[in-house]
Each structure stands twice: as C-alpha cells, then as structure tokens.
C-alpha cells in the first residue's frame, strides 16, 4: 500500500501547476462573489478558504486536481474581493451561499475541500443538503468553534471580544456561537487535524485538550469518516513541501471511491 501511495504522489507532483487565474464573479444568494476556475472535466470540486483568506490560497494545491476533476473555489463573503454586507456571517447563511454558489454555476453535486473555519459551513451545508455532496475534505477545519471559543476563555487564554467592526469579526464571532453537530454528515468525510507541538501556553489545553477531544467526536459521530493527524507541520500544511505530494495524493485517492 505504501509503495503505491508513493507512485501517486510521484506522478501527482509531476502535474502542471496553473498560474493564478483571473477572478470570475457571479451572484448567489443575494450578493456577488469572486471565485475562480483552474479547469479540468469530471466530477467538480469545490475549494473553500480559511478566516481572512481568498480563494487564491488555493492556486499552488487546487490545480493538481484538473487532470481528472474540474476544479473551482469561491472567497466566502466578507473576504477576499467578494461582497461585503453588514450581514449574513452566521454559519446557516454561508451554507446558503454555497447551495447558491452550485445553483448559479448549474452544478448539481460537488466534491467540498474546505480549510480551517470553511468547516463551519461545510458541516452546515452537509447536514442540510446531503444530495448535493459526494465526499467532504476537512483541512485542518473540522472543529467545534464554540466549544474551541469556549475552551479558550476559560483557560483565560484570550479576552471576551469587543463588539465585531469588520467582516473578518464578525465571521469569527458568528462561528464562535455555532456548535456543530457532525452526525448529520451522510458522506464519505476525510478529515486532517494538524496538532502544534511546541512549548505554548496554547500547547496544553488547546492542542493536547480540545483537538484530541474533537478528533474523538469526528471519529465516533461520522459514520463514513477517516482521521489524519499531523505532529509535524503547521495549519497550512497542504502548501509544506514536506506534506503536499503526499496529501494530494490521498486526497485524489479519496475522492475516486465511491
């Protein structure tokens, strides 16, 4: 198993990488949102960023999927050059963007990859539209933000929030009143839990704590789930030298079963 893990990987990082494309635009669910489209044919997957990303994140990792997926992402509103609103940060109305996202761009099904807090929305849009997704990739996003929130202020780890001004806080403070509930995901769900290792204040509660915790939760309440755990890179561990081949690799593994 080992070696054919290797010969993917192998002929994976052998793959083209696109330059960064042109930003496209579209509207969904009441607003516009700026997302791009690497290309290729096949089953379409979907790239989610992280809090205060853009979906250019993704320029160096999304295109070594377009050999056998056509492959496209959107910067969630609030970010990147998408519409900002003084409203509609809550995790139900970014789920709703992404069923409009599909809807506008006539896609029926979709591969989800999402990373760090697109977990929230992720989970979110699994639960309430299972017929829309073929598989889930976690990227080091699949976590309980309230609980994390909530882990956080008692270890006095941070202080209570000051009324959210910008989009990027008011995301954040929206997901730090979600609890999510991964028992409503239906498909097949890959999930990567990076653990930071260092000596941190953080180290402790957090990393040994919480993560363990919820890396327990993922594995008992999604029934078609599969854990990674990561001890020795960093939360943007899909761009790490050391980690890329290997997890595009089993990523594209992934998503070919059924």
Known sequence: MRAIVAAIAVSVSALPVASSPANQFL?????????VDWGGTGDVVLFLPGLGDDV????GFAPRFIDRFHVVGFSRRGQGASDKPAGGYDTD????????????????????????IAGMEMTRFAAKYPQRLRHLVYLDGAYDMA????????????QPPKPSETPIARIQA???????????????????????????????PFELGYKSEQI???????????????????????????????????IRSFLSRP
């Open 147 to 158: 609980t994390a929130y909530d882990v956080a202020l008692q270890a006095k780890l941070i």
């Open 93 to 116: 109305t970014l789920a709703e963007d992404i069923r409009g996202f599909l809807d506008a761009l006539h896609i029926p099904r979709v591969d989800l990859i999402g990373h760090s």
């Open 216 to 250: 327990r939760i993922f594995k008992r309440d999604v029934k078609r789930g599969r854990v990674v755990e990561f001890h020795d890179t960093d939360h943007f561990f899909f761009a790490d030298p050391k980690k890329a081949d290997t997890v595009v690799a089993d």
């Open 174 to 204: 929206e997901a730090n009143k979600t609890h999510l509930d991964f028992r409503g995901i239906r498909v097949p769900a890959l999930a990567y839990f990076v653990i930071l290792s260092g000596d941190s204040r953080w180290r402790e």
């Open 27 to 35: 509207n969904a669910n009441g607003i516009r949102l700026q997302y």
């Open 56 to 59: 250019h994140r993704f320029d």
